[in-house]
C-alpha cells in the first residue's frame, strides 16, 4: 500500500488547515491510521489516529480540541482538520498506518506504511 499525504502549507496563527491522506494498491479497511509530526531536530510525535472500521479516534494532548481526524469512506481518505493553529505546530506531517493494538497507537515505531510528509509552516 502507498499513501500520499497533501494540504500542507503556510498560514498564519489561528487559521486552520486540512490535510489529506489517501491510499493506493490497498484500501484502510482492518487499520488504523494515524497522524505524526516532526520538527527539526525533533522526534517524531503523535498527533491523532483513527481506527477505519469503528471510527474510534485519539489525540495528542498538544492538539486535543483544535484538530480532528476522520475518515471519508467513498475516497478511501483520512483527514486531519487543524483548527486554532500555532507557530509550534509547525513541522511536516506523515500519516502511516498500522494493525497494531489500540495501546500502541500512539507509537511512530508500530507503523508499518508511511506517506511522504507534507510540511506545515504556521506564522505568528
Known amino acids: 500500500v502507498q499513501l500520499q499525504a497533501s494540504g500542507g502549507g503556510y498560514v498564519q496563527a489561528g487559521d486552520s488547515l486540512r490535510l489529506s491522506c489517501a491510499a493506493s494498491?490497498?484500501?484502510?479497511?482492518?487499520?488504523?491510521i494515524g497522524w505524526f509530526r516532526q520538527a527539526p531536530g525533533q522526534e517524531r510525535e503523535f498527533v491523532a489516529a483513527i481506527i477505519w472500521n469503528g471510527g474510534h479516534t485519539k489525540y495528542g494532548d498538544s492538539v486535543k480540541g483544535r484538530f480532528t481526524v476522520y475518515k471519508d469512506s467513498a475516497r478511501n481518505t483520512v483527514s486531519l482538520q487543524m483548527s486554532s493553529l500555532k507557530p509550534e505546530d509547525k513541522a511536516v506531517y506523515y500519516c502511516?498506518?498500522?494493525?497494531?493494538?489500540?495501546?500502541?497507537?500512539?507509537?511512530?515505531?508500530?507503523?508499518?506504511?508511511w506517506g511522504q510528509g507534507t510540511l506545515v509552516t504556521v506564522s505568528s
Open positions: 502511516g498506518i498500522t494493525n497494531v493494538v489500540l495501546s500502541g497507537i500512539t507509537n511512530a515505531n508500530y507503523y508499518s506504511y
Open positions: 494498491g490497498d484500501t484502510f479497511r482492518n487499520r488504523k
